[in-house]
């Protein structure tokens, strides 16, 4: 899409769909129970919906995490495996004039126990995280971004608040 044709574009319904790929990079030892390597491919297919109404944009993703089997995993012998990990998030975001939103963000997750050389742990997720952005304008290639999100449940894994800012830069111009 040309400049002034993106300038102009309304957005409606927009649907999509992604694959994500973690490769086993990194140093593998089968001798540590901690790795910098991972020693097994990740695969993530998901699909997405973005709606614009007005000032309000919804959008929502759901996907599922998939893995390889590691038939290496310490000491060495043991063949671990992960069930898939099932995902969902949702934004809602009001724009408040053009570069000036908020949003309120969500996501839930559940699944990815892990299966040692054939038994079962209860070591699955169902976690869940809650939090906002917003979005600021500096001037009119620079914007501020602030987010903060905090875990709603958290049953396997670190319960902990993230708070983040950035700076952002953009080179396109409005046409003339």
């Not at 054939?118 to 917003?134: E, I, K, P, Y």
Request: hydrophobic share 40%.
């Amino acid at each position: 899409m040309k400049l002034p044709a993106f300038v102009k574009y309304r957005e409606r319904t927009i649907v999509g769909a992604s694959v994500t790929m973690v490769t086993p990079t990194g140093q593998f030892d089968p001798g540590r129970l901690v790795n910098p390597g991972a020693n097994r491919w990740a695969f993530k297919p998901e699909a997405g919906l973005a709606r614009r109404l007005g000032k309000w944009a919804l959008d929502a993703y759901g996907g599922v995490w998939l893995f390889t089997t590691n038939s290496q995993f310490y000491p060495g012998t043991s063949v671990r495996k992960q069930n898939p990990i099932a995902s969902l998030e949702f934004h809602l975001s009001y724009y408040f004039r053009p570069r000036l939103w908020a949003s309120f963000d969500s996501n839930f997750w559940s699944g990815g126990s892990t299966v040692m050389n054939g038994v079962s742990n209860d070591d699955g997720a169902r976690n869940s995280r809650l939090g906002g952005t917003v979005a600021v304008p500096v001037s009119r290639h620079q914007s501020l971004k602030f987010s903060a999100n905090w875990g709603a449940l958290v049953r396997i894994g670190g319960n902990f608040t993230t708070v983040t800012a950035g700076w952002q830069y953009s080179w396109i111009d409005r046409p003339r």
